[in-house]
């Protein structure tokens, strides 16, 4: 009777190396590593088992140069180093289980990915920037904007010319339109304008005054300011303009000139441009001040009618504030029919016009 012959040995299972920490001590374990019986196992060169993990609680996570790193759910704080081709051809439940691994993508990829996205990110932001900018503002505490307008104040302040004698007109002037103005000033200064500081400083040129053809007409400028102030129009463009300083700078990497106070912030200030939303909100607000004040509306749209040529320069679509014509149509005739009284005596008018002239000779 011829005996059986002996079973055939099973095939030693393939093994690979791997570096393990056991998440207790800082000791890395070079380990051999097999899949027997549903199991990762990892013996150490003495054949010690240091590794015994169920394949279907093995994740893996890709690293850089063909590595991955394996972890299992029953020993959060253990991880093995190995080959990630190695992982995906004998261990396929790791890889099944958390998605395939991936070849890495070539940089120029991330890199156009990077930048799309960073592109699509600050198209949102410039497509919300007024609202952004007007929510922000809404949360500035008002004393750091009163802090930021003394601050810009005190670049231009040293051009100021007005006499007691007639920043009390222009005060007792502002008060009958309902007030809010912080601190009134008159710069020593050719051309015509006005313009309102963060905090509510308004500034008013001895151009302005010498252009002006009636005290209704300056009324009407100050009624204007007083509503970019009372709406926080000055802090709001404070604030887009900042963001977009901060966006261009961090594209750049360049971050020394966020928010300084500088002459250069203290002239843009003074010749702000603000939105169409807001130069009509302006001009609303300034229209009801000159109405509640008994003032005339007239000399406000004879201001306006006299610089035509200057606002009206571009298109009114490609400018940012609405055209001369549609400010005027806006401004009607006067409301109700209460007396309208000049917004200035005619002694109190001289006094302001020549405020400054006559410090200037003194």
Same mark, same amino acid.
């Given at each position: ?9 099973? /095939? ?14 800082? %000791?890395?374990?070079?380990?051999? *590593? ?27 996570? /890709? ?13 959060? !704080?253990?991880? #093995?180093?190995?080959?990630?081709? *190695? ?24 890199? #156009? ?9 600050? +198209?949102?932001?410039?497509?919300? #920037? $007024?609202?952004l900018a007007r929510a922000l503002a809404r949360r500035v505490p008002p004393e750091y904007e009163a802090q930021l307008g003394q601050g810009l104040g005190t670049l231009l302040l040293r051009n100021d010319c007005a006499t007691p004698e007639a920043r009390a007109v222009m005060t007792k002037l502002v008060d009958r339109l309902g007030g809010g103005a912080s601190e009134l000033h008159i710069l020593d200064v050719d051309g015509a304008n006005a313009f309102t500081l963060p905090g509510g400083s ?12 009636? /005290?209704?007409?300056?009324? +009407?400028? *100050?009624?204007? @300011? ?11 463009? %404070? ?16 971050? &020394? ?10 002239? $843009? ?11 009509? @909100? ?8 000159? =109405? !509640? ?39 009607? =005739? $006067?409301?109700?029919? %209460?007396?309208?009284?000049? &917004? #200035?005596?005619?002694? @109190?008018?001289?006094? *302001?016009?020549?405020?400054? $002239? ?5």
């Open positions: 009777m011829t005996a059986p012959p002996p079973p055939t040995p099973a /095939p030693a299972p393939i093994a690979w190396g791997g570096q393990f920490t056991d998440g207790q001590t800082a %000791v890395v374990h070079a380990l051999a *590593l097999a899949v027997q019986g549903g199991e990762l196992v990892g013996r150490d060169d003495a054949g010690s088992v240091r590794l015994r993990w169920p394949a279907a609680l093995v994740n893996s996570r /890709p690293l850089d140069d063909g590595r991955t790193t394996l972890t299992c759910a029953l020993y959060p !704080d253990a991880a #093995l180093t190995t080959n990630a081709e *190695l992982v995906a051809l004998f261990l396929p439940e790791a890889d099944a289980s958390r998605g395939r691994l991936r070849p890495r993508r070539p940089r120029w990829q991330l890199a #156009l990915a990077y930048g799309a996205g960073a592109l699509l990110a600050a +198209g949102l932001i410039y497509a919300n #920037l $007024d609202p308004i500034m008013v040129t001895r151009g302005l005054l010498a252009d002006a053809e009636s /005290p209704d007409e300056v009324a +009407g400028v *100050l009624a204007h @300011e007083l509503e970019h102030a009372r709406l926080r129009h000055v802090m709001t463009q %404070v604030v887009r303009n900042g963001i977009l300083t901060a966006l261009w700078q961090a594209a750049v990497g360049d971050y &020394a000139g966020l928010f300084v106070v500088d002459p250069k912030t203290a002239m $843009d200030i003074a010749n702000l441009r603000f939105s169409r939303d807001a130069e009509r @909100e302006a001009d609303q607000g300034a229209l009801r001040r000159l =109405d !509640d004040a008994r003032i005339s509306r007239a000399g406000f749209r004879g201001f306006f009618e006299r610089v035509r040529t200057k606002t009206d320069a571009v298109p009114a679509w490609l400018s940012n504030h609405p055209s001369t014509a549609e400010r005027l149509s806006t401004m009607g =005739d $006067d409301v109700g029919a %209460v007396a309208r009284t000049p &917004a #200035l005596t005619d002694a @109190e008018w001289r006094t *302001l016009r020549a405020g400054c $002239d006559s410090k200037r000779a003194r």
